[in-house]
């Protein structure tokens, strides 16, 4: 590359810089400020994020900020998502044993399928039953995050996105109150407990926070479970991307290219399942992911006027809500009568 075009590509980094600078700084704050609220009080960060972005929103309605907060949405995101792959350890997920890893899978699938089927009859189509199945069946707002990168663009993905991920991020704070004591009341041991809360709610610091409620073993075993889950982000996030492929006949073999944020998944989630990541790599890794998802579901709220919920109606929650309770009661029946 001679020094001229070295220079030309020097100015265009700069321009774009300057031109996202002001909605990045705006998304970071945002994320910052959520991430000091849920440290001082406890809850949530994802929804804090949402929530503080969308009582923001006025600054994401800026031109100057709109680059930047596309940026955050975007790029952001699926970096995030990729660098999801370092948490996983294929070495910590086998000591769960194969009954409750089948069971969970089981589970994961069935809520999902459910999801798609029940958002056709619903008439809020395969889409967003499969956003809200695998956000509900994973990891909660990572998942929907990482499934709604992988759907077909639509004119309303992103106001989709942002239910799912508060309906999610809500009900799994419910569950981590409530789950606890539905295990109590089936008398299920300590072990099997602990799959329940680990295979069932949403997110990870709830299952954390249910799981040790109960004993250490329940929580350590709700939490191997819930590592479980994560892993199946990425081959479900393929079969999404694959299934939903619009245009795939047209555009040949290069429709079925697998998103390159799931290679990123893979690929960490292969080294550290190899012991290839040390320590400090998977800490930097897990902080960095935590962040950029932080950031980019900040700038999904700083895009989203509140008055653009309201139009979804009451469909959506009772699917939501719907695919939870399949999902805890698949886990329930399979633990009492399988394992």
Same mark, same amino acid.
């Given at each position: 590359?001679?020094?001229a075009a070295?220079? !030309?590509?020097?100015?265009?980094?700069?321009?774009?810089?300057? $031109?996202?600078?002001? +909605? #990045?700084?705006i998304a970071a704050l945002v994320a910052a400020a959520a991430l000091l609220v849920s440290r001082e009080y406890g809850g949530p960060v994802m929804l804090f994020a949402l929530?503080?972005?969308?009582?923001?929103?006025?600054?994401?309605?800026?031109?100057? !900020?709109?680059?930047?907060?596309?940026?955050?949405?975007?790029? $952001?995101?699926?970096? +995030? #998502?990729a660098l999801l792959g370092a948490r996983i350890g294929?070495?910590?997920?086998?000591?769960?044993?194969?009954?409750p890893i089948a069971l969970v899978f089981f589970a994961v699938l069935a809520t999902i399928v459910l999801g798609a089927v029940l958002g056709r009859l619903m008439g809020l189509g395969a889409e967003r039953g499969v956003l809200t199945g695998g956000a509900t069946a994973i990891c909660g707002a990572s998942a929907a995050l990482a499934i709604s990168a992988a759907l077909p663009d639509r004119?309303?993905?992103?106001?989709?996105?942002?239910f799912t991920i508060i309906a999610v991020t809500t009900l799994s704070t419910v569950a981590m109150v409530l789950y606890p004591l539905i295990t109590r009341a089936f008398g299920l041991s300590d072990v099997t407990a602990g799959v329940v809360i680990g295979g069932s709610i949403h997110d990870v610091a709830q299952v954390v926070g249910a799981g040790?409620?109960?004993?250490?073993?329940?929580?350590?075993?709700a939490t191997l479970t819930k590592l479980f889950r994560v892993a199946l982000l990425a081959p479900v996030v393929l079969a999404v991307a694959l299934v939903f492929a619009a245009g795939t006949r047209q555009r040949g073999l290069k429709g079925l290219a697998p998103p390159p944020m799931l290679l990123g998944f893979l690929a960490l989630a292969t080294l550290n399942s190899l012991g290839l990541l040390p320590a400090p790599v998977v800490a930097a890794a897990t902080a960095l992911s935590t962040a950029?998802?932080?950031?980019?579901?900040?700038?999904?709220?700083?895009?989203t006027n509140l008055a653009d919920l309201r139009t979804l109606g009451w469909k959506p929650l009772a699917l939501v809500i719907g695919e939870t309770g399949f999902l805890l009661i698949v886990l329930l029946v399979g633990v009492t009568h399988f394992l």
């Open positions: 590359m001679s020094a070295g220079n !030309t590509e020097l100015k265009r980094a700069r321009a774009a810089l300057a $031109l996202q600078f002001p +909605g #990045v700084a929530l503080l972005g969308m009582a923001l929103n006025l600054f994401g309605r800026e031109e100057r !900020t709109q680059a930047g907060i596309q940026f955050c949405g975007k790029t $952001l995101l699926r970096i +995030g #998502v294929a070495q910590d997920i086998a000591t769960l044993g194969a009954a004119p309303t993905r992103e106001r989709d996105t942002l040790y409620t109960i004993s250490e073993e329940a929580g350590d075993t950029f998802l932080v950031i980019a579901v900040a700038a999904i709220g700083l895009r």
